[in-house]
């Protein structure tokens, strides 16, 4: 739970469980959505975001490519808003993940990607909205209001909400019981202590934040919120990624954040951990059997992707009061981001 003296940030995060708990209770309504959904006939789908809901997207595709087979592609709202060029999209999916549902680009990318013919879903917060009038159908990600500039409760709602719909599409058994065990993994997430990472953070120039497939877009949500919140550096890389061309960029002075979950992607990670010891990096693992931060243990890749956000959203909130910084208000930001 968050504590008396914290912020908006953190008692949002601690908010997480409770979003993912309505989520659940609207699952026969997310249930129909994807029976109108033909995805037999979808060529592929196509995710539309920026920031925080960029990085659910991430999440997703992997869900998407995973489950539904279908190759997925990250929409360019620029095509549409400054190259003003439609894409025939006729049969595919195309979601749109936003909080406020009120950026201009995402509205008319959705519309375009409608009226080619492409089956639209958003999944947003603020219903109604214009991203959500612009849509087929709607997803809500039932977070109530944020208060917080840092997104924290929605980002977890978005891919709690994905997930679920995924699940749905697939007939994904597994997956829709690992997202019933979601809000009480939450919970429990929400007291894990990872402040072992803000001692490294002090003295850091940079701080690289790595993962591997379902937890990449984790890994560049984490990132970003060490730049947004304690105004570092910070980068998000696939763990595959990460031993090549920047991995010459490692030192000392750029403590590493590893994400490994119970998949066919944890030995890349394992062998990037193991080579990260020997070099002598702060290096600061979450999952597996020799996880150096507090876990709840391994359950399913796709929820524990989900669930590692929260330890790390209350570790930086914690950092950045102890800095000085207000996490609720980072310089030169706003709640809402409204782009064309």
């Not at 003296?5 to 309504?29: G, H, K, Q, Y």
């Not at 890349?268 to 243990?297: C, E, F, I, K, N």
Request: charged fraction near 20%.
């Amino acid at each position: 739970m968050a504590d008396s003296a914290s912020s908006a940030m953190a008692r949002e995060t601690c908010e997480s469980a409770d979003v993912v708990s309505r989520i659940l209770r609207n699952r026969m309504a997310i249930a129909d959505i994807a029976r109108h959904l033909d995805i037999a006939a979808a060529p592929l789908a196509v995710l539309c975001g920026r920031g925080s809901s960029g990085h659910a997207g991430v999440f997703l595709r992997y869900l998407i490519e995973t489950r539904l087979h279908l190759p997925v592609s990250a929409s360019a709202p620029s095509v549409i808003t400054a190259f003003r060029k439609p894409l025939s999209l006729r049969n595919a999916l195309f979601i749109v993940i936003s909080q406020s549902g009120r950026s201009p680009d995402l509205v008319a990318a959705t519309e375009s990607a409608r009226a080619s013919g492409a089956r639209t879903i958003a999944i947003v917060n603020t219903v109604p909205s214009p991203v959500a009038e612009a849509a087929e159908f709607v997803i809500s990600i039932e977070a109530e209001l944020e208060h917080s500039v840092a997104a924290t409760k929605t980002v977890i709602g978005s891919m709690a909400a994905g997930a679920e719909l995924i699940a749905e599409l697939a007939d994904d058994g597994t997956l829709r019981s690992a997202i019933d065990r979601l809000p009480e993994r939450l919970d429990r997430a929400a007291l894990l202590d990872w402040s072992e990472i803000s001692a490294d953070l002090a003295d850091a120039c940079a701080v690289f934040v790595a993962s591997r497939g379902l937890g990449l877009g984790s890994a560049r949500e984490i990132a970003l919120k060490l730049g947004e919140i304690l105004r570092l550096p910070a980068l998000g890389f696939s763990a595959a990624e990460l031993q090549h061309g920047p991995r010459a960029a490692v030192s000392a002075k750029t403590p590493v954040i590893l994400m490994r979950l119970n998949d066919e992607t944890a030995a890349t990670v394992d062998q990037l951990a193991g080579d990260l010891r020997q070099s002598g990096v702060a290096m600061h693992l979450s999952g597996g059997p020799h996880s150096t931060l507090p876990w709840l243990g391994d359950d399913d890749p796709a929820t524990d992707a989900i669930t590692m956000l929260v330890p790390a959203y209350r570790m930086i909130e914690r950092t950045a009061r102890a800095f000085g910084f207000d996490p609720d208000r980072p310089p030169q930001l706003s709640k809402v981001t409204e782009t064309f």
